[in-house]
Protein backbone atom coordinates (compact mmCIF):
# COMPACT_ATOMS: atom_id res chain seq x y z
CA UNK A 1 0.00 0.00 0.00
CA UNK A 2 2.81 2.65 0.38
CA UNK A 3 4.22 2.11 -2.82
CA UNK A 4 0.96 2.97 -4.15
CA UNK A 5 0.52 6.20 -1.58
CA UNK A 6 3.77 7.27 -3.29
CA UNK A 7 2.27 7.12 -6.81
CA UNK A 8 -0.08 8.93 -5.44
CA UNK A 9 1.60 11.70 -4.30
CA UNK A 10 3.84 11.83 -6.93
CA UNK A 11 0.74 12.01 -9.50
CA UNK A 12 -1.00 14.99 -7.11
CA UNK A 13 2.66 16.51 -7.56
CA UNK A 14 2.72 16.41 -10.89
CA UNK A 15 -0.98 17.69 -11.20
CA UNK A 16 0.41 20.44 -9.10
CA UNK A 17 3.16 21.46 -10.78
CA UNK A 18 1.62 21.84 -14.50
CA UNK A 19 -0.74 23.73 -12.84
CA UNK A 20 1.93 25.90 -11.92
CA UNK A 21 3.13 26.10 -15.17
CA UNK A 22 -0.07 26.55 -16.68
CA UNK A 23 -1.12 29.71 -14.95
CA UNK A 24 2.50 31.24 -14.73
CA UNK A 25 4.26 30.48 -17.72
CA UNK A 26 3.52 32.93 -20.39
CA UNK A 27 4.80 31.00 -23.62
CA UNK A 28 2.11 28.92 -25.44
CA UNK A 29 4.24 26.13 -25.78
CA UNK A 30 5.47 26.17 -22.19
CA UNK A 31 1.66 26.13 -20.71
CA UNK A 32 0.57 22.89 -23.57
CA UNK A 33 3.50 20.94 -21.85
CA UNK A 34 1.95 22.07 -18.71
CA UNK A 35 -1.09 20.75 -19.24
CA UNK A 36 0.46 17.70 -20.87
CA UNK A 37 2.33 17.25 -16.92
CA UNK A 38 -1.11 17.90 -14.96
CA UNK A 39 -2.13 14.78 -17.88
CA UNK A 40 0.35 12.29 -16.13
CA UNK A 41 -0.48 13.58 -13.03
CA UNK A 42 -3.97 11.93 -13.47
CA UNK A 43 -3.15 9.29 -15.36
CA UNK A 44 -0.87 8.56 -12.76
CA UNK A 45 -3.25 8.76 -9.89
CA UNK A 46 -6.11 6.79 -11.86
CA UNK A 47 -3.19 3.91 -12.39
CA UNK A 48 -2.17 3.54 -8.79
CA UNK A 49 -5.94 3.34 -7.55
CA UNK A 50 -6.21 0.42 -10.18
CA UNK A 51 -2.91 -0.91 -8.92
CA UNK A 52 -4.79 -1.32 -5.64
CA UNK A 53 -6.21 -4.46 -6.73
CA UNK A 54 -4.09 -6.13 -8.94
CA UNK A 55 -6.27 -8.83 -10.95
CA UNK A 56 -4.61 -12.15 -11.24
CA UNK A 57 -2.35 -13.24 -14.49
CA UNK A 58 -3.71 -16.19 -14.90
CA UNK A 59 -7.04 -15.35 -14.62
CA UNK A 60 -9.39 -17.94 -12.66
CA UNK A 61 -12.13 -20.02 -14.93
CA UNK A 62 -15.42 -17.46 -15.55
CA UNK A 63 -13.64 -14.62 -15.15
CA UNK A 64 -13.49 -11.96 -18.11
CA UNK A 65 -9.39 -12.19 -18.51
CA UNK A 66 -9.29 -15.82 -19.30
CA UNK A 67 -11.93 -15.97 -21.49
CA UNK A 68 -10.46 -12.88 -23.73
CA UNK A 69 -7.06 -14.87 -23.77
CA UNK A 70 -9.14 -18.28 -24.41
CA UNK A 71 -10.31 -16.55 -27.69
CA UNK A 72 -6.67 -15.04 -28.82
CA UNK A 73 -5.47 -18.56 -28.18
CA UNK A 74 -8.17 -20.06 -31.02
CA UNK A 75 -8.57 -17.14 -33.35
CA UNK A 76 -4.54 -16.76 -33.59
CA UNK A 77 -2.53 -19.46 -34.07
CA UNK A 78 1.10 -19.21 -32.54
CA UNK A 79 0.34 -16.46 -29.53
CA UNK A 80 1.64 -18.72 -27.10
CA UNK A 81 2.04 -22.26 -25.59
CA UNK A 82 -1.16 -24.52 -25.24
CA UNK A 83 -2.62 -23.45 -21.32
CA UNK A 84 0.01 -19.69 -21.45
CA UNK A 85 -2.01 -16.89 -21.65
CA UNK A 86 -0.48 -14.84 -24.32
CA UNK A 87 1.08 -11.28 -23.96
CA UNK A 88 0.09 -8.37 -25.41
CA UNK A 89 2.05 -7.24 -27.67
CA UNK A 90 1.61 -3.45 -25.47
CA UNK B 1 -49.12 5.23 -31.70
CA UNK B 2 -47.72 2.86 -28.80
CA UNK B 3 -44.70 4.31 -27.72
CA UNK B 4 -43.15 1.01 -25.91
CA UNK B 5 -42.02 -0.16 -30.00
CA UNK B 6 -39.90 3.23 -29.70
CA UNK B 7 -37.98 3.08 -26.52
CA UNK B 8 -34.99 4.99 -27.28
CA UNK B 9 -36.05 8.07 -28.19
CA UNK B 10 -33.83 8.83 -25.42
CA UNK B 11 -30.93 7.51 -27.54
CA UNK B 12 -31.85 9.09 -30.57
CA UNK B 13 -31.65 12.60 -28.98
CA UNK B 14 -28.53 11.61 -28.99
CA UNK B 15 -27.61 9.59 -32.03
CA UNK B 16 -30.08 11.82 -34.78
CA UNK B 17 -27.73 15.15 -34.22
CA UNK B 18 -24.38 12.67 -34.36
CA UNK B 19 -25.49 11.18 -37.51
CA UNK B 20 -26.24 14.11 -38.74
CA UNK B 21 -22.59 15.85 -38.28
CA UNK B 22 -21.07 12.47 -39.58
CA UNK B 23 -23.03 12.91 -43.11
CA UNK B 24 -22.28 16.44 -43.01
CA UNK B 25 -18.44 15.36 -43.30
CA UNK B 26 -19.34 13.05 -45.66
CA UNK B 27 -20.94 14.97 -48.68
CA UNK B 28 -19.75 18.50 -47.62
CA UNK B 29 -21.52 20.60 -50.16
CA UNK B 30 -25.18 19.22 -48.78
CA UNK B 31 -24.40 20.71 -45.28
CA UNK B 32 -26.62 23.39 -45.15
CA UNK B 33 -29.61 20.76 -45.92
CA UNK B 34 -28.03 18.32 -43.69
CA UNK B 35 -27.91 20.84 -41.09
CA UNK B 36 -31.49 22.01 -41.33
CA UNK B 37 -32.91 18.47 -41.50
CA UNK B 38 -30.85 17.49 -39.07
CA UNK B 39 -31.93 20.18 -36.50
CA UNK B 40 -35.69 19.54 -37.07
CA UNK B 41 -35.39 15.56 -36.99
CA UNK B 42 -33.52 16.41 -33.40
CA UNK B 43 -36.75 18.43 -32.80
CA UNK B 44 -39.37 15.71 -33.16
CA UNK B 45 -36.94 13.42 -31.87
CA UNK B 46 -37.17 15.37 -28.43
CA UNK B 47 -40.90 15.26 -28.71
CA UNK B 48 -40.76 11.49 -29.00
CA UNK B 49 -38.70 11.86 -25.88
CA UNK B 50 -41.30 13.97 -24.05
CA UNK B 51 -44.49 11.68 -24.97
CA UNK B 52 -42.15 8.91 -23.68
CA UNK B 53 -41.60 10.58 -20.33
CA UNK B 54 -45.55 11.66 -20.01
CA UNK B 55 -45.81 8.07 -20.44
CA UNK B 56 -44.06 5.92 -19.06
CA UNK B 57 -41.97 8.44 -15.82
CA UNK B 58 -38.37 9.26 -15.60
CA UNK B 59 -36.29 6.69 -17.85
CA UNK B 60 -32.81 4.65 -16.96
CA UNK B 61 -31.51 3.31 -20.61
CA UNK B 62 -28.94 0.68 -20.10
CA UNK B 63 -26.83 0.73 -23.31
CA UNK B 64 -25.98 -2.36 -24.69
CA UNK B 65 -27.86 -3.46 -21.73
CA UNK B 66 -24.85 -3.34 -19.40
CA UNK B 67 -25.73 -2.77 -16.35
CA UNK B 68 -24.95 0.06 -14.28
CA UNK B 69 -21.58 -0.60 -12.19
CA UNK B 70 -20.08 -1.47 -15.42
CA UNK B 71 -21.93 -0.03 -18.54
CA UNK B 72 -22.73 3.47 -19.23
CA UNK B 73 -26.12 4.37 -18.65
CA UNK B 74 -28.45 7.66 -19.77
CA UNK B 75 -31.42 9.20 -17.57
CA UNK B 76 -34.25 11.29 -18.72
CA UNK B 77 -35.73 12.91 -16.33
CA UNK B 78 -37.79 16.34 -15.47
CA UNK B 79 -34.90 19.05 -15.69
CA UNK B 80 -32.83 16.52 -18.25
CA UNK B 81 -35.74 17.05 -20.50
CA UNK B 82 -36.20 21.00 -19.79
CA UNK B 83 -32.32 21.22 -21.25
CA UNK B 84 -33.34 19.05 -24.03
CA UNK B 85 -35.87 21.68 -25.34
CA UNK B 86 -34.02 24.70 -24.31
CA UNK B 87 -31.16 23.18 -26.51
CA UNK B 88 -33.12 22.28 -29.50
CA UNK B 89 -35.73 25.27 -29.02
CA UNK B 90 -32.74 27.31 -29.21
CA UNK B 91 -30.27 25.32 -31.71
CA UNK B 92 -33.24 25.68 -35.03
CA UNK B 93 -33.05 29.63 -35.15
CA UNK B 94 -29.64 29.05 -35.28
CA UNK B 95 -29.22 26.98 -37.59
CA UNK B 96 -31.42 28.88 -39.85
CA UNK B 97 -29.46 31.66 -39.12
CA UNK B 98 -25.97 29.84 -39.54
CA UNK B 99 -27.44 28.59 -43.44
CA UNK B 100 -27.23 32.16 -44.54
CA UNK B 101 -24.66 34.05 -42.31
CA UNK B 102 -22.04 31.68 -43.25
CA UNK B 103 -20.66 32.73 -46.99
CA UNK B 104 -17.73 31.08 -47.94
CA UNK B 105 -17.41 27.32 -49.23
CA UNK B 106 -14.66 26.88 -46.60
CA UNK B 107 -16.50 27.83 -43.43
CA UNK B 108 -19.87 26.27 -44.18
CA UNK B 109 -17.81 22.58 -44.47
CA UNK B 110 -16.23 23.37 -41.34
CA UNK B 111 -19.02 24.35 -39.62
CA UNK B 112 -21.90 21.80 -40.29
CA UNK B 113 -20.64 18.88 -38.98
CA UNK B 114 -18.74 20.99 -35.78
CA UNK B 115 -22.27 22.46 -35.14
CA UNK B 116 -24.28 18.61 -34.90
CA UNK B 117 -21.51 17.50 -33.26
CA UNK B 118 -21.64 20.34 -30.78
CA UNK B 119 -25.51 19.91 -30.32
CA UNK B 120 -25.12 16.11 -30.08
CA UNK B 121 -22.51 16.47 -26.78
CA UNK B 122 -24.95 18.72 -25.30
CA UNK B 123 -27.74 16.61 -25.74
CA UNK B 124 -25.73 13.62 -24.72
CA UNK B 125 -24.28 15.51 -21.28
CA UNK B 126 -27.87 16.37 -20.00
CA UNK B 127 -28.79 12.79 -20.42
CA UNK B 128 -25.31 10.62 -18.87
CA UNK B 129 -25.25 9.46 -15.99
CA UNK B 130 -22.06 8.39 -15.30
CA UNK B 131 -18.90 10.30 -14.42
CA UNK B 132 -16.21 9.32 -16.91
CA UNK B 133 -19.33 9.99 -19.57
CA UNK B 134 -19.77 13.25 -18.16
CA UNK B 135 -16.13 14.32 -18.15
CA UNK B 136 -16.19 13.00 -21.71
CA UNK B 137 -18.74 15.09 -23.06
CA UNK B 138 -17.55 18.50 -21.34
CA UNK B 139 -13.89 17.64 -23.45
CA UNK B 140 -16.17 16.93 -26.53
CA UNK B 141 -17.76 20.48 -26.09
CA UNK B 142 -14.86 22.46 -25.12
CA UNK B 143 -12.81 21.27 -27.99
CA UNK B 144 -15.78 21.37 -30.76
CA UNK B 145 -16.35 24.87 -29.26
CA UNK B 146 -12.86 26.02 -28.94
CA UNK B 147 -12.56 25.06 -33.08
CA UNK B 148 -16.05 26.75 -33.72
CA UNK B 149 -14.83 29.94 -31.96
CA UNK B 150 -11.76 29.91 -34.32
CA UNK B 151 -13.78 29.76 -37.53
CA UNK B 152 -14.17 33.54 -37.47
CA UNK B 153 -10.52 33.54 -38.84
CA UNK B 154 -6.84 35.03 -37.31
CA UNK B 155 -8.09 37.35 -35.89
CA UNK B 156 -9.89 35.05 -33.41
CA UNK B 157 -7.45 32.55 -32.67
CA UNK B 158 -6.11 33.94 -29.26
CA UNK B 159 -9.01 34.26 -27.54
CA UNK B 160 -9.92 30.22 -28.40
CA UNK B 161 -6.67 29.38 -27.40
CA UNK B 162 -7.17 31.41 -24.05
CA UNK B 163 -10.67 29.52 -24.33
CA UNK B 164 -9.19 25.95 -25.27
CA UNK B 165 -6.27 26.25 -22.43
CA UNK B 166 -9.16 27.65 -19.38
CA UNK B 167 -11.57 24.72 -20.76
CA UNK B 168 -8.60 22.40 -20.55
CA UNK B 169 -7.06 23.35 -16.82
CA UNK B 170 -11.42 22.69 -16.04
CA UNK B 171 -11.71 19.63 -17.86
CA UNK B 172 -8.69 18.31 -15.68
CA UNK B 173 -9.82 19.21 -12.09
CA UNK B 174 -12.95 17.41 -13.38
CA UNK B 175 -11.46 14.22 -14.42
CA UNK B 176 -8.54 14.36 -10.89
CA UNK B 177 -11.81 14.48 -9.41
CA UNK B 178 -13.49 11.59 -10.73
CA UNK B 179 -10.52 9.35 -10.60
CA UNK B 180 -10.89 10.54 -6.59
CA UNK B 181 -14.21 9.29 -6.17
CA UNK B 182 -13.62 6.26 -8.65
CA UNK B 183 -10.95 5.47 -5.76
CA UNK B 184 -13.00 6.04 -2.89
CA UNK B 185 -16.08 4.21 -4.02
CA UNK B 186 -14.80 2.07 -6.76
CA UNK B 187 -18.02 3.21 -8.84
CA UNK B 188 -18.92 6.03 -11.55
CA UNK B 189 -22.89 5.67 -12.10
CA UNK B 190 -24.40 9.00 -10.52
CA UNK B 191 -27.23 7.33 -8.74
CA UNK B 192 -24.98 4.71 -7.32
CA UNK B 193 -22.50 7.15 -6.02
CA UNK B 194 -25.18 9.24 -4.93
CA UNK B 195 -26.61 6.17 -2.22
CA UNK B 196 -22.84 5.77 -1.03
CA UNK B 197 -21.29 9.33 -0.85
CA UNK B 198 -20.24 10.40 2.51
CA UNK B 199 -18.81 13.69 4.11
CA UNK B 200 -15.40 12.47 4.17
CA UNK B 201 -12.31 14.90 3.11
CA UNK B 202 -11.21 13.15 0.08
CA UNK B 203 -14.62 13.53 -1.09
CA UNK B 204 -14.63 17.20 -0.14
CA UNK B 205 -11.39 17.22 -2.49
CA UNK B 206 -13.45 16.09 -5.21
CA UNK B 207 -16.31 18.00 -4.93
CA UNK B 208 -13.91 21.18 -4.93
CA UNK B 209 -12.10 19.94 -7.99
CA UNK B 210 -15.68 19.09 -9.82
CA UNK B 211 -16.98 22.33 -8.42
CA UNK B 212 -13.82 24.68 -9.52
CA UNK B 213 -13.46 22.36 -13.17
CA UNK B 214 -17.35 23.42 -13.60
CA UNK B 215 -17.10 27.13 -12.44
CA UNK B 216 -14.09 27.48 -14.63
CA UNK B 217 -16.54 26.21 -17.97
CA UNK B 218 -19.38 28.35 -16.30
CA UNK B 219 -17.20 31.46 -16.17
CA UNK B 220 -18.77 32.37 -13.06
CA UNK B 221 -16.73 35.80 -12.04
CA UNK B 222 -13.84 35.65 -11.34
CA UNK B 223 -12.88 32.90 -13.15
CA UNK B 224 -14.53 34.59 -16.33
CA UNK B 225 -11.57 35.90 -18.00
CA UNK B 226 -11.56 33.68 -21.28
CA UNK B 227 -15.58 34.20 -22.34
CA UNK B 228 -15.60 37.95 -23.52
CA UNK B 229 -12.89 37.89 -26.06
CA UNK B 230 -14.02 33.99 -26.96
CA UNK B 231 -17.95 34.87 -27.42
CA UNK B 232 -17.04 38.58 -28.77
CA UNK B 233 -14.92 37.20 -31.29
CA UNK B 234 -16.86 33.87 -32.57
CA UNK B 235 -19.29 34.40 -36.27
CA UNK B 236 -22.28 35.24 -34.75
CA UNK B 237 -24.37 32.15 -34.64
CA UNK B 238 -21.26 30.56 -32.91
CA UNK B 239 -21.67 33.46 -30.31
CA UNK B 240 -25.06 32.97 -29.63
CA UNK B 241 -24.77 28.81 -29.29
CA UNK B 242 -21.95 29.48 -26.76
CA UNK B 243 -23.39 32.13 -24.72
CA UNK B 244 -27.03 30.56 -24.91
CA UNK B 245 -26.51 26.88 -24.20
CA UNK B 246 -23.01 25.61 -23.78
CA UNK B 247 -22.11 27.84 -20.48
CA UNK B 248 -25.71 26.71 -19.28
CA UNK B 249 -24.56 23.36 -19.91
CA UNK B 250 -21.72 22.91 -17.59
CA UNK B 251 -23.70 24.97 -15.03
CA UNK B 252 -26.42 22.57 -15.26
CA UNK B 253 -24.01 19.54 -14.65
CA UNK B 254 -22.79 21.68 -11.40
CA UNK B 255 -26.25 21.63 -10.18
CA UNK B 256 -26.97 18.04 -11.06
CA UNK B 257 -23.86 17.57 -8.89
CA UNK B 258 -24.61 19.23 -6.22
CA UNK B 259 -28.06 18.35 -5.63
CA UNK B 260 -27.95 14.69 -5.68
CA UNK B 261 -23.94 13.37 -5.56
CA UNK B 262 -22.72 15.92 -3.13
CA UNK B 263 -26.05 16.44 -1.72
CA UNK B 264 -24.53 15.62 2.38
CA UNK B 265 -21.66 17.82 1.42
CA UNK B 266 -23.06 20.68 -0.18
CA UNK B 267 -23.50 23.36 3.20
CA UNK B 268 -24.69 26.68 3.00
CA UNK B 269 -21.40 28.36 3.26
CA UNK B 270 -20.47 26.39 0.24
CA UNK B 271 -23.65 27.91 -1.16
CA UNK B 272 -23.43 31.46 -0.12
CA UNK B 273 -19.74 31.62 -1.68
CA UNK B 274 -21.01 31.14 -4.63
CA UNK B 275 -24.17 33.53 -4.59
CA UNK B 276 -21.06 36.08 -3.22
CA UNK B 277 -19.49 35.48 -6.58
CA UNK B 278 -22.80 36.16 -8.60
CA UNK B 279 -23.24 39.16 -7.21
CA UNK B 280 -19.20 40.30 -8.52
CA UNK B 281 -20.33 38.61 -11.43
CA UNK B 282 -23.48 40.67 -12.35
CA UNK B 283 -21.42 43.85 -10.76
CA UNK B 284 -18.35 43.63 -12.45
CA UNK B 285 -20.35 42.03 -15.88
CA UNK B 286 -22.73 44.85 -16.02
CA UNK B 287 -20.45 47.89 -15.25
CA UNK B 288 -18.11 46.45 -18.18
CA UNK B 289 -20.64 45.85 -20.32
CA UNK B 290 -21.69 49.70 -19.62
CA UNK B 291 -17.69 50.64 -20.66
CA UNK B 292 -17.81 47.98 -23.75
CA UNK B 293 -16.94 49.92 -26.92
CA UNK B 294 -17.70 47.04 -29.45
CA UNK B 295 -21.54 45.88 -29.18
CA UNK B 296 -20.42 41.86 -29.01
CA UNK B 297 -18.49 42.48 -26.21
CA UNK B 298 -21.25 44.62 -24.84
CA UNK B 299 -23.59 41.44 -25.21
CA UNK B 300 -20.85 39.17 -24.10
CA UNK B 301 -20.73 40.87 -20.85
CA UNK B 302 -23.64 40.85 -20.22
CA UNK B 303 -23.95 37.11 -20.57
CA UNK B 304 -21.19 37.24 -17.57
CA UNK B 305 -23.52 39.28 -15.84
CA UNK B 306 -26.20 37.46 -16.26
CA UNK B 307 -24.33 33.70 -14.95
CA UNK B 308 -24.24 36.12 -11.80
CA UNK B 309 -27.86 35.30 -11.21
CA UNK B 310 -27.28 31.39 -12.23
CA UNK B 311 -24.66 32.08 -8.97
CA UNK B 312 -27.49 33.96 -6.66
CA UNK B 313 -29.91 31.04 -7.96
CA UNK B 314 -27.84 28.33 -6.40
CA UNK B 315 -27.32 29.85 -2.95
CA UNK B 316 -31.64 28.95 -2.89
CA UNK B 317 -31.15 25.36 -3.77
CA UNK B 318 -31.71 24.56 -0.35
CA UNK B 319 -35.51 25.84 -0.72
CA UNK B 320 -36.28 25.80 -4.26
CA UNK B 321 -34.07 23.36 -6.22
CA UNK B 322 -33.98 23.00 -10.22
CA UNK B 323 -37.26 25.57 -11.05
CA UNK B 324 -35.83 28.99 -10.46
CA UNK B 325 -32.57 27.67 -11.73
CA UNK B 326 -34.29 26.24 -15.07
CA UNK B 327 -36.46 28.66 -15.65
CA UNK B 328 -33.56 31.14 -15.77
CA UNK B 329 -31.34 29.07 -17.57
CA UNK B 330 -34.34 28.70 -20.30
CA UNK B 331 -35.17 32.40 -20.12
CA UNK B 332 -31.74 33.69 -20.73
CA UNK B 333 -30.82 31.36 -23.27
CA UNK B 334 -32.97 32.59 -25.66
CA UNK B 335 -32.82 35.75 -24.96
CA UNK B 336 -29.13 35.87 -25.43
CA UNK B 337 -29.42 33.68 -28.57
CA UNK B 338 -31.81 36.83 -29.62
CA UNK B 339 -29.24 39.52 -29.03
CA UNK B 340 -26.29 37.89 -30.04
CA UNK B 341 -28.20 36.92 -33.69
CA UNK B 342 -29.44 40.75 -33.74
CA UNK B 343 -25.81 41.80 -33.14
CA UNK B 344 -24.29 39.91 -35.90
CA UNK B 345 -26.98 40.97 -38.01
CA UNK B 346 -25.41 44.48 -37.58
CA UNK B 347 -21.95 43.36 -37.28
CA UNK B 348 -22.63 42.23 -41.25
CA UNK B 349 -24.54 45.70 -42.39
CA UNK B 350 -22.09 48.12 -40.79
CA UNK B 351 -18.84 46.00 -41.29
CA UNK B 352 -18.06 46.96 -38.16
CA UNK B 353 -19.29 46.01 -34.42
CA UNK B 354 -17.71 49.74 -32.95
CA UNK B 355 -20.23 51.37 -30.29
CA UNK B 356 -19.46 55.04 -31.39
CA UNK B 357 -20.63 53.85 -35.02
CA UNK B 358 -23.07 51.72 -35.25
CA UNK B 359 -26.46 53.70 -35.16
CA UNK B 360 -26.50 53.59 -38.99
CA UNK B 361 -26.79 49.96 -38.66
CA UNK B 362 -29.23 49.73 -36.25
CA UNK B 363 -31.39 52.46 -38.31
CA UNK B 364 -31.08 50.07 -41.46
CA UNK B 365 -32.43 46.96 -39.71
CA UNK B 366 -35.42 47.38 -37.68
CA UNK B 367 -36.34 43.56 -37.56
CA UNK B 368 -33.29 43.14 -35.88
CA UNK B 369 -33.43 46.46 -33.11
CA UNK B 370 -37.02 44.87 -32.41
CA UNK B 371 -35.52 41.15 -31.51
CA UNK B 372 -32.74 42.73 -29.60
CA UNK B 373 -35.38 44.97 -27.32
CA UNK B 374 -37.21 41.82 -26.85
CA UNK B 375 -34.38 40.05 -25.73
CA UNK B 376 -33.38 43.12 -23.73
CA UNK B 377 -36.99 43.08 -22.14
CA UNK B 378 -36.28 39.56 -20.94
CA UNK B 379 -32.82 40.34 -19.41
CA UNK B 380 -34.04 43.10 -17.66
CA UNK B 381 -36.77 40.77 -16.25
CA UNK B 382 -39.85 43.41 -17.43
CA UNK B 383 -43.38 41.67 -17.41
CA UNK B 384 -44.78 39.59 -19.27
CA UNK B 385 -41.48 37.76 -20.46
CA UNK B 386 -39.72 34.73 -19.29
CA UNK B 387 -36.93 36.39 -17.85
CA UNK B 388 -39.66 38.26 -15.39
CA UNK B 389 -40.75 34.84 -14.44
CA UNK B 390 -37.53 33.72 -13.77
CA UNK B 391 -36.46 36.82 -11.61
CA UNK B 392 -39.99 36.77 -9.97
CA UNK B 393 -39.07 33.11 -8.76
CA UNK B 394 -36.11 33.52 -7.37
CA UNK B 395 -37.18 36.53 -5.56
CA UNK B 396 -39.93 34.96 -4.05
CA UNK B 397 -38.17 32.11 -3.05
CA UNK B 398 -35.29 34.80 -1.67
CA UNK B 399 -38.08 36.32 0.48
CA UNK B 400 -40.22 33.41 1.44
CA UNK B 401 -36.50 31.92 3.11
CA UNK B 402 -35.59 35.95 4.36
CA UNK B 403 -32.34 36.48 2.49
CA UNK B 404 -32.16 40.29 1.82
CA UNK B 405 -29.20 40.50 0.28
CA UNK B 406 -30.11 38.45 -2.71
CA UNK B 407 -33.56 39.96 -2.81
CA UNK B 408 -31.64 43.33 -3.13
CA UNK B 409 -29.32 42.76 -5.51
CA UNK B 410 -31.93 40.77 -7.85
CA UNK B 411 -33.88 44.14 -8.23
CA UNK B 412 -30.35 46.18 -8.43
CA UNK B 413 -29.56 44.07 -11.02
CA UNK B 414 -32.41 44.54 -12.74
CA UNK B 415 -31.80 48.79 -13.24
CA UNK B 416 -27.68 47.65 -14.14
CA UNK B 417 -29.10 45.65 -17.09
CA UNK B 418 -31.49 48.04 -17.88
CA UNK B 419 -28.63 50.59 -18.46
CA UNK B 420 -26.85 48.87 -20.83
CA UNK B 421 -29.85 47.27 -22.69
CA UNK B 422 -30.74 50.70 -23.19
CA UNK B 423 -27.33 51.63 -24.04
CA UNK B 424 -28.10 50.17 -27.27
CA UNK B 425 -31.02 50.79 -28.21
CA UNK B 426 -30.92 54.77 -27.69
CA UNK B 427 -28.77 54.45 -30.60
CA UNK B 428 -31.21 53.07 -32.52
CA UNK B 429 -33.80 56.14 -32.09
CA UNK B 430 -30.83 58.94 -32.82
CA UNK B 431 -31.85 60.90 -36.22
CA UNK B 432 -29.44 60.59 -39.17
CA UNK B 433 -29.89 58.54 -42.37
CA UNK B 434 -29.65 54.77 -42.51
CA UNK B 435 -26.33 52.98 -43.30
CA UNK B 436 -26.26 51.45 -46.71
CA UNK B 437 -25.46 47.75 -45.45
CA UNK B 438 -21.64 46.76 -46.36
CA UNK B 439 -22.53 43.09 -46.15
CA UNK B 440 -26.38 41.15 -46.86
CA UNK B 441 -28.58 40.35 -44.12
CA UNK B 442 -30.79 38.25 -45.86
CA UNK B 443 -34.57 38.52 -44.33
CA UNK B 444 -33.88 35.10 -42.40
CA UNK B 445 -31.33 36.20 -40.66
CA UNK B 446 -33.68 39.16 -39.21
CA UNK B 447 -36.21 36.55 -38.71
CA UNK B 448 -34.72 34.12 -37.18
CA UNK B 449 -33.19 36.66 -34.20
CA UNK B 450 -36.86 38.03 -33.71
CA UNK B 451 -38.52 34.56 -33.62
CA UNK B 452 -35.77 34.14 -30.63
CA UNK B 453 -36.63 37.23 -29.20
CA UNK B 454 -40.41 36.34 -29.06
CA UNK B 455 -39.99 33.17 -27.71
CA UNK B 456 -37.92 34.75 -25.01
CA UNK B 457 -41.21 36.58 -24.04
CA UNK B 458 -43.25 34.04 -24.55
CA UNK B 459 -41.78 31.63 -22.15
CA UNK B 460 -43.27 33.91 -19.52
CA UNK B 461 -46.50 31.67 -20.29
CA UNK B 462 -44.89 28.37 -20.02
CA UNK B 463 -44.50 29.02 -16.47
CA UNK B 464 -46.87 26.63 -14.91
CA UNK B 465 -45.79 23.97 -18.05
CA UNK B 466 -42.05 24.43 -16.60
CA UNK B 467 -43.32 24.06 -13.13
CA UNK B 468 -45.02 20.71 -13.51
CA UNK B 469 -42.72 18.54 -15.49
CA UNK B 470 -39.97 19.35 -12.91
CA UNK B 471 -42.40 18.83 -10.08
CA UNK B 472 -43.67 15.49 -11.64
CA UNK B 473 -40.62 14.06 -12.62
CA UNK B 474 -37.91 15.49 -10.08
CA UNK B 475 -34.10 13.95 -10.70
Known amino acids: MSTVAAYLVTGGLLFIIGLHGLILRRSLLRKILALNIMDSGVFMILLSLAARSAPPRSGTPGDGINRHCGRRQRDGPGTGAPGACPQPLY | MDLSLHPHWTVWCIVVPLLAG ?110 FNLYITLELLSFVSVVLVALAGPNAVRAAIRYLLMNLLGSLGFLLAVALMYGAYGMLDINMLAEQVEATPLTGLALALMSIGLLVKSALFPLHVWLPPAHAGAPAPVSAVLSALVVKASFYLLLLLWLTLYSPLVTRELTTLVGLLGIGAILWGSLQALRASRLKQLVAYSTVAQ ?169
Open chain 2, 307 to 475: LGYIGLAITLIDVAAWQPVLTFIIAHACAKGAMFLAAGNFQRAAGHDRMALISAALRALPVSVFAFALAGISLIGLPPSGGFLAKWLLLSAALDSGRWLIALALVGSGLLTALYVFRVLERAVRPGAALKPVGRVSPLMEWSALGLGLLAILLGFAGMWITQILAEWPV
Open chain 2, 22 to 131: GLAVLVPRWGKTIGLIGAVLTLIVVGGATLQLLSHGPQRIEIGSWGAPLGIQLQLDGPALMMLWTTALVSLPITVYARDYFQTPQQQIRFWPLWLLLWSTMNMLYLSADL
